[in-house]
């Protein structure tokens, strides 16, 4: 039985290679890692894809990365059958960094968008070129006064940064959590929560993702549409740029 993967990318947004021995090797050709900066698929947000550096120069190219049985295992899964590492191989990790970059920048665009919208959410999905969010709520609302809003925030450039409370801590302080169906990662003893502003000003929240550090690292976003999907339920939809211009 392999150790619990140091998930690297928890500590360190930003750091995109790194250098990992194999701890096991798949039947279905996943590869478990000793170390890992490549983020697992969870709570919305993709895993990273990138590849695997081999001693001779070769590579194995990665599909999106995702959780084994528990949180505490990470499977590196090639986009290729092939040669596959050996237990004990030294690699060297290369992350998609303009990918993950973008995913960054757009999720901590979502935590933002639960500012302008402090209504409980029911679900979520961050995207590359655009993500979303559904909230619990009945409420009109102008999308285009959502979006000023929200380039408000970015403008600001509030610093963000994780601050870690227990497991025992958050089971005590249930009201922080603003998600209704997901629950944030609980069982590896500590549980990071993404701070926006000086002193959490602007917001606290439970999240596992990935973040940029300054709010202006966001860059030009807006609400290309308001959905409603039931009677207390509504859908939005950021995308990267400006919105186009009224015809």
Known sequence: M???VAALFRDDFYLSTAEAVVTAVHEDGGIELDQTCFYATSGGQPGDTGFLERADGSRIVLGPTAHGPTKDIIIHRPLESGLLPSVGEKLVLHVDWPRRYRLM???TACHLLSVVCP?????????????????????????????????????????VYVQWI?????????????????RPPMGLGRVSLVCIGENSAID??????????ETQEVGAIHISKIEKKGKENRRFRIKFGSPDPAP
């Open 2 to 4: 392999t150790k619990p």
């Open 105 to 107: 920048r757009m999720h």
């Open 119 to 159: 209504f409980p959410i029911t679900g979520a999905a961050v995207g590359e070129e655009e993500s979303r969010v559904d909230f619990d709520m009945s409420e009109t609302i102008d999308r285009d006064e959502v979006t000023a809003r929200l380039m408000q925030l970015v403008d600001e450039n509030h610093p």
């Open 166 to 182: 227990t497991d025992e801590e958050l089971a005590a302080n249930p009201g922080i959590v603003k998600s209704k169906n997901v």
């Open 204 to 213: 606290s929240q439970p999240c596992g993702g990935t973040h940029v550090s």
